[in-house]
């Protein structure tokens, strides 16, 4: 399985200053070792939460594995409420998110197996995909989170 690490958020929450960022982590199966393979991020561009800047993290992730065929996935995220919502042990009550949720259940639909895995922050590929991101949004002037 190829895993997938997601990281967004926002500079003021609400806000319009908000990016996301996922790594492409491949494991070597003979050796153990882990290798990122790429770096995808973006800023948001319009007026969003940390939830929904967690959320698109996902849903682009999850776009690029199934657009690149990658059909057995593990997404791996430091945002509890959006892993706990995608494997159904929370319910979905937000409307700003809800529209999100929604794309990522249809498009993990099509895949052959996802998994979806909370990670604490110190999860050294989660600080990593955070820095990422972090870069994304300071090339725009935006102070660190």
């Given at each position: 399985?190829?895993?997938l ?6 500079r ?94 249809k ?39």
């Amino acid at each position: 399985m190829i895993t997938l690490y997601c990281d967004g958020g926002v500079r003021g929450n609400p806000s319009p200053k908000g990016a996301w960022a996922f790594f492409v982590v491949f494991e070597d199966e003979s050796s153990h070792i882990e290798v990122c393979r790429d770096k995808v991020g973006a800023l948001i561009g319009k007026e969003a939460t940390n939830n929904i800047a967690e959320y698109i993290a996902v849903l682009e992730a999850v776009k690029y594995a199934k657009s690149n065929n990658m059909q057995e996935i593990i997404v791996k995220s430091d945002s509890n409420l959006v892993i706990q919502q995608l494997n159904k042990n929370f319910e979905v009550r937000n409307g700003g998110i809800s529209e999100l949720y929604k794309q990522v259940v249809k498009e993990v639909s099509e895949l052959k197996e996802v998994k979806f895995q909370w990670v604490p922050r110190t999860d050294p590929w989660i600080k990593q995909v955070d820095a990422f991101y972090n870069k994304i949004a300071d090339k725009h002037g935006r102070e660190k989170t």
